[in-house]
C-alpha cells in the first residue's frame, strides 16, 4: 500500500474525515511501501505545513514502524506526463507490487488506462471502504 502525499498528510489530523487510513497504519492492518524519493517528498511537504521537528518525528515513526517497507527503486516508468514528479509514486507501486496507490489527485488517471505496468489506483475514500 503507498499514498500520494496529500492523501498521508490528510489521514494525520484528528478530526479529518481520512484519519480512519492513519489508524489502520497505527493497527498493522496494512503494509506501507516508501522509497527514499516519496520520504523526500512526505519530509518537505510536512516541514511546510507544520515544522522541522514535527516533519522529522512523522518520518521517522513510518520508518521505524514493523509495517513499513523500504522500497529501492530501480526503473523509471515515466507513466505520467503532466506532473512528472508524480512519477515516483507509480515507480514506487510496480516496484514493490503495490496493492493500491491511494489518490485523490487526478494527474493519476492516466495511469488508469494502462494495462502495464500493473498499479492500481483507488481513491481515499475507496480505500477506507477497503479497511472498514
Known amino acids: 500500500m503507498l499514498f500520494d502525499t496529500n492523501v ?20 498493522y492492518q496494512f503494509t506501507l511501501l516508501l522509497s ?8 518537505e511537504i510536512i516541514q511546510k505545513k507544520a515544522n522541522s521537528v514535527v ?11 514493523d509495517n513499513t517497507e523500504l522500497i529501492e527503486i530501480f526503473f523509471h516508468w515515466s507513466l505520467i506526463e503532466y506532473d512528472k514528479d508524480d512519477n515516483k509514486f507509480c515507480d514506487l507501486a510496480v516496484a514493490g507490487n503495490a496493492d ?8 493519476f488517471n492516466v495511469v488508469k488506462l494502462n494495462s502495464f505496468p500493473p498499479v492500481h489506483i483507488i481513491s481515499a475514500d475507496e480505500f477506507i471502504k477497503i479497511i472498514s
Do not use: Q, W
Not at 498521508?8 to 493497527?27: E, M, Q, T, V, W
Not at 527514499?36 to 519530509?43: A, D, G, M, R
Open 8 to 27: 498521508l498528510i490528510a489521514s494525520f489530523g484528528k478530526s479529518s474525515p481520512y484519519r480512519k487510513i492513519f489508524d489502520s497504519f497505527l493497527n
Open 36 to 43: 527514499n524519493e516519496t520520504l523526500l517528498e512526505y519530509l
Open 55 to 65: 516533519a522529522e518525528n512523522i518520518i521517522m515513526s513510518l520508518l521505524c514502524a
Open 100 to 107: 493500491y496507490l491511494v489518490t485523490n489527485d487526478t494527474h
